[in-house]
């Protein structure tokens, strides 16, 4: 009996005990309902996010097609509408079927939407993804294969689909809008193609794989035309300069990439690395880097093209922060004058490019730049 | 609200960013310098907190309260971006009772506001949060300096504001972007959430375009954000004057 009695008690404690707390924590506001509408709310969500990518996307040939160049209400996006029609980009990006989950999902989500085709290298065919499976294997080893071959695969299916060519790693995150304001006043009949330069192994210089490199179509029919020819082999599997070896034997130029007032715009680190990271005296990229390092604010332009080694978190962060993040009524203090070619913009898009002297083009907009720069150079 | 031993590794870096877009900036510690910092009657530590508050006001209060209209408290490690603050606060009027910040349902009835993504005053408040003091209505009845300072601020009935934009979504921060930005719903949610007045989101609709604070951010985080903010844009778009408008 006694038994019994003390087993009950404690029952009736504890329920007493469990309503009291529950009473307790209501009382100071702990009553938030966590439960299922919100399950419901998100399993919507995503069905229409599915219905979204659909509208937006054509996926053709294990290439994805954009639809609808992307940007949000209440924005002016003509000028970016404008260079979006004229130049043309075909990203394609260096993945892995191991990376698929991990890195290429996330480049799918994000700056890729802003190239007007996106097509996944790897080495193995993924049709929903959708990939494209070169005839090569994964690792290091094989990235210069793998480059090979996606070149020439992006040149036979869609070169004329496309006026300049990107490469980028699944751990690069371009800002196509800005990629295309570099290369509006440049022609795609011009051999040339644009990165982060490095100096040496390379007498004009070649550009950083990691950071991301673009080709105009000229460049491109040479680099196949030189592995036709035999011109181009199979060097190394060291892509970035074995590639630049490559295209200073076919004649294309390596380019100038940085802004009008010779901020870089395509960066082989993260932003934090460039913006406050001081790099020990020995470490190879001060030897590297063709035009003279700058660290601090003044690394890199407000126009960035590339940042390397960005995590999956880092492509949303960067979306945020180049699309969204800004600052109330301010006026951003580096305005470069627009490229030559959206003046002609009523003209119909002609089936040659002018070739315009790029280089005066150019040094038009340094002279422009510094003018307005004199108030510009903030304190590092 | 900062510390001696901050001064270089901190708020140096607030100096050098968001700090010189303020109309004033007073940097609260315990000790004066000529950084320049305001010395408090206060010691250094965690349970000096809200004493460190109610003295940086009631300093405020004496020597600046007809020097601006809206009062900011901020930690040093939180990034502040004045302009979106500015655009927030326009549409209120300071002689009114009111302050804003990012509000916590719990402890206070009407919701107190996180000490770290930082709060507002507006001038008649910060003249009622003084005024409780003076009068005994407030005391410093607890260490925690977000919460006490919501306690005063119902008593003295000041009415919390909501900080949130025209589309719903959240412009001060008690965490970094990379808390709210990344995550995916289907998962467990995190303690921090539950404090949350309006309804949590993570994801692309967690952060405002025109978002005022992000707490937590080291002196890295300072000059990344400064760049990401005031120059890291894509060529191309107008953001329209007023984003409140739609077409």
Not at chain 1, 202 to 226: C, I, T, W
Not at chain 1, 316 to 344: C, M, N, W
Not at chain 2, 207 to 215: G, P, Q, V
Request: charged share 25%; with cysteine; aromatic share 14%.
């Amino acid at each position: 009996m006694k038994a019994l009695g003390a087993r009950s008690a404690f029952y009736v404690g504890f329920v007493v005990g469990t309503c009291s707390l529950y009473l307790l924590l209501s009382q100071v506001g702990f009553t938030r309902n966590l439960g299922s509408p919100k399950n419901e709310a998100h399993v919507k969500s995503l069905l229409e996010m599915i219905e979204e990518e659909n509208k937006n996307w054509k996926k053709e040939r294990s290439a994805l097609f954009n639809l609808n160049h992307p940007h949000h209400t209440g924005e002016d996006g003509k000028l970016a509408d404008a260079l979006y029609k004229r130049v043309r980009i075909l990203c394609w990006v260096m993945t892995g079927p191991d990376n698929l989950e991990k890195k290429a999902r996330h480049v799918k989500a994000t700056w890729s939407r802003h190239c007007n085709i996106v097509v996944f290298i790897s080495s193995v065919d993924n049709p929903d993804f959708p990939t494209v499976g070169l005839n090569t294997k994964e690792g290091r080893d094989q990235l210069y294969w793998k480059t090979i071959r996606a070149f020439h695969y992006v040149m036979e299916k869609h070169g004329d689909e496309a006026d300049w060519f990107l490469k980028a790693d699944d751990d690069t995150y371009v800002i196509v809008d800005n990629l295309r304001w570099i290369l509006a006043s440049h022609s795609p009949e011009d051999p040339v193609y644009f990165g982060r330069r490095f100096k040496p192994y390379v007498k004009q210089g070649y550009m950083s794989g990691g950071a991301g490199y673009v080709l105009s179509k000229e460049a491109l029919r040479r680099f196949v035309e030189g592995f036709r020819t035999k011109v181009c082999t199979h060097t190394s599997s060291v892509e970035d300069l074995a590639m630049g070896q490559c295209l200073e034997k076919v004649g294309v130029v390596a380019g100038d990439s940085r802004d009008t007032l010779q901020r870089e715009t395509f960066h082989p680190f993260v932003p934090e690395s460039h913006l406050t990271g001081t790099f020990p005296k020995t470490f190879w990229y001060w030897n590297y880097c063709y035009y003279p390092i700058v660290q601090g604010p003044q690394c890199c332009s407000d126009l960035a093209v590339s940042f390397h080694y960005m995590d999956a978190s880092h492509m949303y962060l960067l979306e945020y922060y180049t699309y969204h993040l800004r600052a109330f009524g301010y006026k951003y203090r580096y305005q470069p004058s627009e490229p030559k070619v959206i003046h002609d913009l009523k003209a119909p898009v002609p089936d040659k490019m002018e070739t315009g002297d790029s280089e005066k083009k150019q040094g038009v907009e340094a002279l422009e730049g510094e003018k307005q720069s004199s108030e510009l150079h903030e304190k590092s | 609200m900062t510390q001696p031993q901050h001064l270089e590794s901190r708020t140096q870096h607030v100096r050098d960013t968001w700090g010189k877009r303020c109309n004033i900036i007073l940097y609260m510690s315990s000790k004066e310098s000529d950084f320049p910092t305001v010395g408090l009657n206060v010691s250094e530590g965690r349970s000096q907190l809200y004493w460190k508050t109610i003295r940086a006001f009631q300093h405020i209060h004496k020597h600046h309260l007809d020097d601006a209209d809206w009062f900011l408290k901020a930690d040093d490690d939180t990034f502040v971006v004045l302009e979106n603050l500015r655009y927030g606060l326009s549409k209120h009027n300071t002689e009114e009772p009111l302050f804003f910040g990012r509000r916590f349902t719990p402890f206070v009835k009407q919701g107190y506001m996180s000490g770290g993504a930082g709060y507002v005053l507006s001038k008649e408040a910060l003249r009622r949060f003084v005024k409780g003091f003076a009068e005994g209505l407030c005391t410093h009845n607890t260490e925690l300096e977000d919460t006490g300072l919501g306690q005063c601020m119902e008593t003295m009935k000041v009415r919390t504001g909501d900080s949130r934009d025209v589309m719903r979504r959240q412009t001060f921060h008690p965490y970094p972007p990379d808390y709210y930005l990344p995550r995916q719903l289907p998962r467990r949610r995190p303690w921090y959430l539950l404090y949350e007045h309006y309804n949590p989101v993570e994801g692309p609709g967690c952060c405002s375009d025109l978002a005022i604070s992000f707490h937590y951010i080291d002196a890295v985080g300072m000059h990344t954000l400064e760049y990401y903010t005031y120059h890291l844009r894509p060529y191309g778009y107008k953001y329209r004057f007023n984003p409140d408008l739609t077409d």
